[in-house]
């Protein structure tokens, strides 16, 4: 590929990924891109010859580079503690310089599930726990995390960051109302967000919220 070729399609993917963000597959049309792009649709088309083809590019693109984006957090070099504040300083960071791409992914990936089946066939998600284990072994019997528990300690995690700019137009209203700015909120969450699921993994210590042994008294008046 020669260095003009790169070039453009360079531009096309940025203009590309601009426009579906903004309008989505189904709103986007080859003639924004083009538009976006400062070409004509058909130099346009000769590197892409159909919207499908371009979306799915973009969309490997994009989930590529936040994979790729976090893949310290598998390096052996942070704490386990370090990596849940290096996952909320970075994964924060990234939604605030690309606040419509949550709401994006979540209505491409519900719309077209086939789409991140195809891009996860390649990674192998049963991984994560053999590499965590094997770098915190000491921090996570400490926690008491299992190998179960890691889908929902993870969800959980992405859930603390993703939620307030996929919910962004509702919570400035709310937010307006108390005198707090969206930016200054955000900001705070990057490490309020890791002190709390640091906090939590301590506390499960006092509770095994697996260990059905455990009852409520209200549940225990309830049995007698």
């Not at 070409?39 to 989930?63: C, G, P, Q, T, W």
């Not at 299992?146 to 509702?170: C, D, N």
């Not at 200054?184 to 939590?200: G, L, W």
Request: net charge positive.
């Amino acid at each position: 590929m020669s260095e003009h070729d790169k070039l453009t399609e360079d531009k096309i993917f940025e203009a590309a990924t601009e426009v579906f963000i903004e309008k989505g597959m189904d709103g986007a049309r080859m003639q924004d891109i083009a538009d976006r792009a400062g070409m004509n649709k058909s130099l346009l088309h000769y590197y892409y010859r159909s919207k499908d083809r371009l979306f799915d590019a973009v969309f490997e693109m994009i989930a590529s580079k936040m994979l790729k984006k976090f893949a310290p957090v598998f390096e052996d070099n942070l704490t386990f503690e370090e990596k849940i504040r290096f996952f909320f300083r970075e994964h924060i960071s990234f939604m605030q310089k690309n606040p419509r791409l949550p709401a994006f992914l979540l209505n491409e990936i519900n719309r077209h599930p086939d789409r991140i089946r195809k891009f996860l066939a390649n990674v192998n998600i049963g991984n994560v726990w053999d590499i965590l284990y094997s770098q915190h072994k000491e921090d996570l019997d400490k926690y008491h995390i299992t190998r179960e528990k890691i889908p929902q300690i993870m969800t959980t995690m992405a859930s603390l960051s993703v939620f307030p700019f996929a919910a962004k137009k509702l919570l400035e209203e709310i937010f307006g109302k108390v005198g707090l700015k969206f930016n200054d909120y955000i900001e705070e969450r990057k490490t309020f967000a890791a002190d709390f699921v640091i906090s939590a993994l301590e506390n499960m210590n006092r509770y095994n919220f697996n260990d059905e042994s455990k009852t409520q008294p209200h549940d225990k008046k309830k049995k007698k």
